[in-house]
């Protein structure tokens, strides 16, 4: 099982940037997912998260009206594409995996390793 | 939106010494029908993904030390570890799963 994500840059402020992940091993489309990023120097911030058919999604307030979270289950991949990107957008953005494939959302067991988004000002 | 609030924040503990870490939750997380509550604990170590320990509040994750162990319910919760080890150097977070947006408590830093 394994999570690969891809698509982190520099981007000036305003900008924007698609992340991707793709998946392999894993039943991907019976399971929610979710980004959670790790700014420098501070914790973990949950991002938002996809119910496994696509039907529902949920975002931190932090990103509401700027990131959308899809994915496409054929394609066994998720993304996340920021818009309206700012300096504390920076991080490593990390594609991650509910433990349970339920209906509901869980704690996560499957984590990528991340890519980094830079945003300079 | 559930808040979770971590203490204390830094927290430095001798070898074989216990580490106790609070994470108080403005809502109960409690589900339904088996009130089990939706409360998760990780580990991360610098450049490296975060570790699951702990999910539904106090079930160990297969291969996790038995020297780390969850507990607590509705709103307050504890991971400890017992007999610290110098591996143990890590940023430590909750999670509740319980009602959308999931949230992460703001972390704890154990040091030797």
């Known amino acids: 099982e394994n999570l690969v994500e891809s698509g982190g840059a520099l981007v000036q402020a305003g900008g924007s940037l698609r992340l991707s992940c793709e998946t392999s091993?894993?039943?991907?489309?019976?399971?929610?997912m979710s980004w959670v990023r790790q700014a420098p120097g501070t914790g973990l911030e949950w991002v938002a998260d996809?119910?496994?058919?696509?039907?529902?999604?949920h975002y931190a307030a932090s990103v509401m009206g700027r990131f959308t979270i899809s994915r496409d289950n054929a394609r066994n991949s998720l993304f996340l594409q920021m818009t309206s990107l700012r300096a504390e957008d920076t991080g490593v953005y990390f594609c991650?995996?509910?433990?349970?494939?339920?209906?509901?959302?869980?704690?996560?067991?499957?984590w990528g390793q991340g890519t980094q988004v830079t945003v300079s000002s | 939106d559930i808040v979770l609030t971590q203490s204390p924040r830094f927290l430095a503990v001798s070898v074989g010494e216990r580490a106790t870490i609070s994470c108080k939750s403005s809502q109960r997380v409690s589900r339904s029908p088996n009130h089990q509550d939706s409360l998760a604990w990780y580990q991360v170590k610098p450049g490296h993904p975060p570790k699951l320990l702990v999910y539904w509040a106090s079930t160990r994750e297969l291969g996790v030390p038995e020297r780390f162990s969850g507990s607590g319910s509705g709103t307050d919760f504890t991971l400890t570890i017992n007999g610290l080890q110098a591996e143990d150097v890590a940023m430590y977070y909750c999670l509740q799963y319980y009602s959308p947006p999931r949230a992460f408590g703001q972390g704890t830093k154990v040091e030797v």
């Open positions: 996809i119910r496994k058919d696509g039907t529902e999604a």
């Open positions: 991650v995996r509910d433990a349970v494939p339920w209906d509901t959302a869980t704690h996560f067991n499957l």
């Open positions: 091993g894993v039943v991907f489309g019976a399971y929610w």
